[in-house]
């Protein structure tokens, strides 16, 4: 299906659909974090969701639009991040194979959780090149179907559901600030503001470091020659076409963060709320700090992506003195 | 009022006296924890109470105790950790006066968030005396009701609340899990558990480098010399006469825990459920796997205490990379 294509009614098809499966997360209010903003603040928490991330929602969606004899073939794709982690989990409550491709050199820790979710790795050479090489290998050999991570239609229908909660928990909103990285959850949020609130402004952030969507909106071409740096370890991805797309058409305002703000965010975000998030989590509350005067005495609704801390890289003697 | 005389209709009397100050904090689960542990895990997540801990519903009871009189002349205590915030925020929700006793050398990070809270702060020599001296000092010229942060009938009667509500969210339990310091919670979690559930047993995770309580219940004599070399600053204090009483009439027992399995457990809860809790609440789920054969198959009740994490003590362009 062309993700462009989709409407409304798959959204809520895909919401029916992960019901049972993915959490209904909760939202969550801090008068602190409100008094700081000078704004009304309510955090989608989706570092609660199933493997810590709105991964789950996607890749959930995708497995269970399989018909029973695709799903038998399982399914596959190349991700050492929480698309991985959240697919092979989703195969998982269907209880078909998934295959993920993953490039030598990835984080150890992050291959064991999604080989503890059930999944069967497969290791290629670094480099997108190789990736796909070995994902249409893998492809041929198993007849499994691809999940992309964020250009897959039922990839994007299902992100979008996090905001369809959002706004049944918590609306209305004046806007809407999700983070922005391959643009997965970004497009399935813009389908539900088109769908249930067309006033709400949708606003994406993105880290300096990797601000092609900036530069693919503001030169209407898709710009996909860059090399990221950025502590979002969840925001590294190239745009996708289709969700290009889709965000040009719901004249989406990125609004660019430096690293530095989202450390300071999140630390905001650990201290006053106690939750523990990670930084492509906290750039929206970043976006919106070093952009008050846009969301002063507003409603606004932000998705905290994921939890996906690395703590291995926390010094446990020093952090508990 | 002596503590050892508290009855239930104490407890239901601080429950009615703080609603509507202090947050009813919901009731944690984990399948992956309850996997690990081989027991079904209920965890109270006090670290979302108001100023962040447990603290609050015993400084809420005290401050709302006081007569019209009492209260316009403020309240006062020597805390320089949660106990000193929570009454803080407490005296706020009346509007009335709180001087906190800080001893010279004190985390300045703490005192900031004593004083953010309104309180006025007065300074005096470390050691206990010269504190308590301090006080006194403090309440001959302001008239200022005491607080003490453990042994105040008020206080132990306003801690056991959160117990009523965990059994009342998430009972029957087999045995419940709270951390013991000065014994506040420890006495007032006893004092509710003989009320609503005479047949849960009563677990108190202690610090192996603060163990004076366990050997106060063995020797049948309050320990009160001894050194504390803990990272659980929320649990260096001292237990108090009438707490180790209550906790003696209760048979409720000690579970010691080392430090490196408290800080282990920390990072599993920190995982798995992606919040931030302190030391002082890792020290219950790390006694439940230390005593993996007394809790096997049955249903257990935790107090996440509190989630005053030191942050100043975590290396920020570390734990983002």
Redesign the interface.
């Known amino acids: 299906m062309d993700p462009t294509t989709l409407t409304y009614p798959d959204l809520l098809a895909a919401a029916a659909r992960i019901a049972g499966h993915a959490h209904v997360t909760p939202v969550l209010r801090s008068a602190s974090l409100d008094a700081i903003a000078g704004a009304t603040l309510s955090f989608k928490a989706e570092?609660?969701q199933r493997a810590?991330a709105f991964k789950f929602r996607g890749a959930c969606n995708a497995v269970w639009s399989l018909s029973d004899a695709q799903a038998a073939r399982g399914v596959v794709t190349h991700s050492s991040g929480n698309h991985g982690g959240a697919l092979a989990l989703a195969a998982r409550t269907r209880g078909i194979p998934c295959h993920v491709v993953v490039p030598e050199g990835a984080v150890q820790a992050k291959l064991a959780a999604i080989e503890a979710y059930g999944a069967i790795l497969h290791r290629c050479a670094p480099g997108i090149a190789a990736r796909e090489t070995e994902c249409t290998r893998v492809q041929t050999e198993t007849g499994a179907e691809l999940v992309h991570p964020y250009t897959d239609a039922r990839v994007i229908a299902g992100q979008g559901t996090a905001a369809l909660e959002l706004f049944n928990a918590g609306g209305p909103f004046d806007a809407l600030v999700v983070p922005v990285g391959g643009g997965g959850l970004a497009s399935g949020t813009a389908l539900a503001l088109a769908a249930v609130s067309p006033r709400t402004r949708l606003f994406l952030a993105e880290p300096a470091g990797a601000a092609e969507t900036a530069a693919s909106l503001r030169s209407s071409e898709r710009v996909v020659d860059f090399v990221p740096d950025t502590?979002c370890d969840g925001l590294r991805g190239t745009l996708g076409a289709p969700n290009f797309s889709l965000l040009r058409a719901a004249q989406a305002e990125v609004l660019v963060v430096d690293?530095a703000a989202?450390?300071a965010a999140?630390?905001l975000l650990?201290?006053r709320t106690?939750?523990?998030?990670e930084?492509s989590s906290a750039i929206t509350l970043a976006a919106v700090l070093a952009n008050r005067e846009r969301f002063a005495g507003q409603q606004v609704g932000l998705i905290l992506s994921g939890?996906n801390?690395?703590?291995d890289?926390?010094?446990?003697?020093?952090?508990?003195?």
Not at 274 to 277: A, I, M
Request: hydrophobic share 50%; glycine share 6%.
């Open positions: 570092h609660l810590g502590i690293d989202t450390t999140m630390r650990w201290q106690k939750q523990l998030v930084p939890g801390v690395d703590l890289a926390l010094p446990w003697s020093v952090a508990t003195a």
